[in-house]
């Protein structure tokens, strides 16, 4: 089966999106870092107007779902892991 590759960018750009439609604000409004802890896995902070949120790993699917549908025209619902990549960083395979 084969998978589909999103980058890190576009995961950030994902979560600018959600969070954007969220709180009715403009995506370029907000910044975003994505995290990985061996304890508690992907998360990411997402700063908005001097204030930081923290997402967890659900988010971060719901986000890649909202921009798998509305950006890539893909199946929002298709397999979505999130992968610590030692070159690329934090990324998502997509099965397709």
Do not use: H
């Not at 890649?64 to 549908?69: D, K, S, T, Y």
């Amino acid at each position: 089966m084969e998978k589909l590759i999103i980058s890190e960018q576009d995961i950030i750009n994902a979560v600018c999106v959600y969070i954007s439609r969220k709180k009715q604000i403009q995506p370029e409004e907000v910044e975003v870092e994505l995290l990985y802890d061996d304890d508690y896995g992907f998360s990411a902070e997402v700063y908005t107007g001097g204030r930081k949120q923290v997402l967890i790993t659900a988010n971060l699917i719901e986000a890649l779902r909202l921009w798998l549908e509305e950006y890539m025209n893909r199946d929002p619902y298709a397999g979505i892991t999130l992968v610590l990549d030692d070159e690329a960083g934090i990324i998502a395979e997509i099965k397709q």
